[in-house]
């Protein structure tokens, strides 16, 4: 979806290298259809703190941009949110940014009505699966909520959730501010798929700056992490940093469907025996398909290919088997699993849905990231209470 919406704002995005300082983006922000300037408008590198607004002559100034490929998100209240996708290649930048005005939706025409009282039938519901149940997320709120929208289709069994304009999170755990533009939040209750992805802003939230506390939070919120683990691989850090990979390839139960498919042709003879009703509620007891976890721990090289100077290219088939060997499981997810058991080693889950490769650069932004999903821990842990800007720096690297 994303490459979609890339290849719609070509048209309205143009972008040239100027003489200015090196890894900036400057432009100008207009009206596309009458011309005219967009002042307050809101500039930023998504998941990043980089971020600024328009003046009132409509022009911005980004410096020290992010080297790799990233997302300039443009919004205004009234107007359709731009993206533009720059690469390192491409700076510095100068742009003419034209946001579409958006269409006045009708009134009396709705196929699919939102819920009149949706964040008190579907707030908590939204609130776990987006901010999270980790320690983190009892300190997050979602200061302007009512611009939420609830849609929930029993045709389709799904949820479906959009924002009126930015949502405003205040993270005290990890002290940021976070300006978030949600582009897309589903929640398929059949196949208890969760999808959600957007653009954000982060901002301190103390004047100050953070507190010694907020500081650990954040140390612990990335080790561990999906960024973290996609800057060891791109690093070449994999083992040293704590984590290890191995190949998981899933296969049917070939005798559970066999199983399944006599007690379907004579259940009362498959019954009269005690050995054999023992046997099948075993089998069909086990999962429809098979994992088999290889032995050996996959190195850097194995899974990532060079793609140009800022990024290397990730692929691999079936699925990866990640373990993290430096903290233990948040008690909090031990408790959400509902497993009575000590906490262990994080182990995750990913794999590439579309089959296409993700860009990874060196602070661990990944691109596209509709393009790979996981579960396990991460599936439960890569929140937006522990989320942190891909421009965020550990304390040896300050």
């Known amino acids: 979806m994303k490459y979609l919406i890339a290849f719609l704002l070509l048209p309205f ?19 596309r259809e009458t011309g005219a300037i967009i002042p307050n408008a809101s500039i930023f590198i998504t998941n990043t703190s980089k971020g600024t607004v328009s003046n009132s002559a409509g022009k911005f100034e980004l410096t020290n941009v992010p080297v790799g490929t990233y997302d300039l998100v443009t919004s205004s209240i009234g107007y359709e949110t731009e993206v533009y996708t720059y690469k390192a290649s491409q700076l510095p930048m100068r742009m003419k940014i034209q946001l579409q005005p958006k269409a006045e939706e009708l009134q009396t025409v709705v196929v699919a009505p939102y819920e009149k009282d949706g964040w008190l039938t579907w707030g908590q519901f939204f609130t ?27 045709k389709k069994n799904q949820l479906t959730v959009t924002a009126d304009e930015p949502l405003i999170i205040e993270n005290k755990a990890l002290g940021y501010r976070i300006q978030y533009q949600l582009e897309g939040f589903t929640y398929n209750f059949s196949e208890q798929i969760l999808t959600y992805y957007g653009y954000s802003l982060f901002t301190t939230l103390q004047h100050k700056g953070p507190k010694e506390k907020q500081l650990k939070n954040r140390e612990k919120a990335y080790t561990g992490s999906i960024a973290h683990f996609m800057s060891s ?158 421009d965020y720096k550990r304390k040896n690297e300050q």
């Not at 262990?344 to 990944?366: K, T």
Request: hydrophobic content about 35%; aromatic content about 12%.
């Open 128 to 154: 776990d699966n987006f901010i999270g149940t980790s320690d983190n997320a009892q300190s997050c709120s979602i200061k302007n909520y009512k611009v939420l929208r609830f849609r929930n289709s029993k």
């Open 233 to 390: 691989l791109y690093n070449d850090r994999l083992a040293g940093e704590g984590f290890q990979v191995r190949r998981l390839v899933t296969t049917p139960n070939v005798e559970k469907n066999r199983v399944q498919k006599l007690y379907q042709q004579n259940p009362q003879t498959m019954l009269r025996a005690k050995d054999s009703v023992d046997y099948y509620e075993h089998v069909l007891r086990q999962p429809n398909m098979l994992e088999v976890y290889g032995q050996s721990i996959l190195t850097a090289d194995s899974l990532v290919t060079i793609f140009d100077a800022a990024a290397k290219k990730l692929f691999f088939s079936n699925y990866l088997y990640i373990t993290y060997k430096k903290a233990k499981e948040d008690a909090a997810y031990v408790r959400y699993i509902h497993e009575n058991r000590q906490p262990f080693y994080p182990r995750s889950i990913v794999f590439l849905p579309n089959s296409q490769a993700v860009m990874v650069d060196a602070r661990g932004n990944y691109y596209m990231p509709l393009d790979i999903m996981s579960y396990g821990y991460w599936g439960w842990s890569e929140k937006i209470a522990n989320m942190l800007p891909l």
């Open 13 to 31: 995005i143009t972008a040239s290298a100027v003489s200015q300082s090196a890894n900036s983006i400057e432009g100008t922000i207009v009206n």
